[in-house]
């Protein structure tokens, strides 16, 4: 009797080690088949706008690297000693999202006068989760249009938002927006010097809308003030004259712009023609009747 019933609570054993390896298997086999996510996350600041995280969320798949939409990622900012939750946001159809933060001064920091975020994808039945941190601290750009020996030249400032200090030795690019790429101003390398300050000329006879251009002061991708940029409109540009003829009388023009010459002679061929027509058609019956 004592030796049935050890020889059933060792099948029972079996049975449950068996029961728990298979749950292993599956898992493991789920897990293997789930697929890496990337998260890239950028940390971009445009004064007197706000700041934003630029993110996108890609895979590898069948060798290749494509976008991941639709992935729901939550966005927290991390300290010692809290974890906050800023939001969440769900990738467009191209694995994007712009992410807009809070004022930094509602935002938690480290001793230091860090920043640190956290972009997080809990992961679902397809992708695996994913983190990416940021960090970065709080810059500001001062830019302003001087006139000197009647040339234009953008003086800009960058200086630590919180010690105040000048920010040297980094590059600004000073670029005007245009409409597929801006238009790089100044030398290759714009670098500060110890006030933080850099000059750029602007060349003339640039065009723009009513005169007016836009000019961006750019600190790019830097590695502890991520991108910052400050955004001057500057009177100083050449106008741009309308040479559009799109409600003119051209040959280009569509049907119902055609030029008053050509329906006027194609119209009077047309009539003539008609009119031999009718004149033809009356002499006939006139034969007939004669």
Sequence with gaps: MRRHLISHIIIIVLIGISFVGLGLNQAIAQESTQIKVRIKADYVKVMD???????????????????????????INETD??????????????????????????????????????????????????????????????ARLIEKDSLHFISATIIDANSRDAISGELLDVQIERLFKPLKMGEEFNSTDEKGTVLVPIEQGIPGIDGILNIEVVLNDNDTYGTVKALVKAPIGKAIVDESTFDQRTLWSPRNKTPWFFLVFANAIILAMWGIIIYLVINLFRIKKV
């Excluded at 906050?84 to 769900?90: D, Q």
């Excluded at 467009?92 to 001793?111: A, C, H, Q, W, Y």
Aim: hydrophobic content about 35%.
């Design 49 to 75: 706008e706000g700041s934003y995280l630029d993110i996108s969320t890609s895979a590898r798949i069948d060798k290749k690297n494509v976008s991941v939409p639709d992935l729901n990622l939550v966005i």
């Design 81 to 142: 000693d809290e974890v906050i939750e800023l939001g969440s946001a769900t990738a467009n159809s191209k694995g994007k999202i712009k992410f807009t933060l809070p004022e930094l001064r509602t935002m938690v920091s480290d001793s230091s006068q860090f920043y640190n975020l956290k972009v997080s994808f809990k992961g679902n039945e397809l992708y695996k989760k994913a983190n990416r941190n940021v960090q970065f601290k709080d810059a500001e750009i001062s």
